[in-house]
């Protein structure tokens, strides 16, 4: 169950992309989260104006310290300064966690799960990785990621570990790496086939929303029933 506001301080920003980036801030009394939550974030302006916007937590719950993703949107009110602005030490405060209808615990869930992201959506998919990880859960999953191109790929080193885990396939929308047997365009039926029997699996799904409309399309399309789709959108 979420609570009220809580003072949250950033204590480290790393550089996922050139414009996404992960910022880890401590809050004390954090009650805990699962894997495919989020939080709100809210900034207060010296006359008292507030901005709200939620972000994604990138990993399961780390004591009082959480882990968020930040996709920097040109023109954004709230985005750009907590990307690259918001100074260390700085506090904001956050209201959480949020949600359970998009949350994945590898260790309860014995369905297998098809996780399918676009740009930033990886965050709390990556998160949903990380607890199948660090719990030694064996139950099967898969990973689909949509990114523009090679620069715009969150998490590339721990993608490559996580291959020798669980099947990932990262398909590159505007700009195809040299060599790619894969030509660059949107995320097709083929992209999401053969990794996961569709009558067995469940898929979380996250994105932007034309992306999230698209994906739930094809996976409906090819057998996987309607009520094992589950989404997360933003934009």
């Known amino acids: 169950m979420g609570r009220g506001w809580l003072p949250a301080r950033l204590v480290e920003r790393t550089d996922q992309t050139a414009t996404g980036r992960t910022l880890r801030f401590e809050v004390d009394g954090w009650?805990?989260?699962?894997?495919?939550?989020?939080?709100?974030?809210?900034?207060?302006?010296?006359?008292?104006?507030?901005?709200?916007?939620?972000?994604?937590?990138?990993a399961p719950s780390d004591g009082r310290r959480l882990?968020?993703?930040?996709?920097?949107?040109p023109g954004g009110e709230v985005s750009?300064?907590?990307?690259?602005?918001?100074?260390?030490?700085?506090?904001?405060?956050?209201?959480?966690?949020?949600?359970?209808?998009?949350?994945?615990?590898?260790?309860?869930?014995?369905?297998?799960?098809?996780?399918?992201?676009?740009?930033?959506?990886?965050?709390?998919?990556?998160?949903?990785?990380r607890d199948r990880r660090r719990t030694g859960a064996d139950v099967a999953c898969a990973l689909v990621y949509s990114a523009r191109g090679e620069a715009d790929v969150w998490y590339r080193e721990e993608l490559d570990v996580l291959r020798a885990e669980v099947p990932v396939r990262v398909?590159?929308?505007?700009?195809?790496?040299p060599g790619a047997a894969r030509p660059a365009g949107r995320v097709t039926a083929d992209d999401l086939r053969g990794l996961l029997p569709p009558d067995e699996s469940?898929?979380?799904?996250?994105?932007?929303?034309?992306?999230?409309?698209?994906?739930?399309?094809?996976?409906?399309?090819?057998?996987?029933?309607?009520?094992?789709?589950?989404?997360?959108?933003f934009g």
């Open 80 to 129: 750009p300064y907590l990307a690259d602005v918001l100074p260390l030490g700085a506090l904001v405060e956050v209201k959480g966690p949020l949600g359970g209808w998009f949350v994945w615990q590898p260790r309860r869930e014995r369905r297998p799960a098809l996780l399918v992201a676009g740009g930033s959506g990886v965050v709390p998919l990556i998160a949903m990785l």
């Open 31 to 58: 009650p805990g989260h699962l894997p495919g939550q989020h939080v709100d974030v809210r900034l207060t302006a010296p006359d008292g104006y507030h901005a709200v916007r939620s972000y994604s937590l990138a």
């Open 202 to 233: 469940r898929c979380y799904v996250c994105g932007p929303t034309g992306f999230v409309e698209h994906v739930s399309g094809l996976l409906l399309r090819d057998g996987h029933p309607p009520d094992r789709i589950r989404t997360e959108r």
């Open 171 to 177: 398909v590159h929308t505007r700009l195809a790496p």
């Open 67 to 73: 882990e968020l993703g930040v996709q920097a949107v």
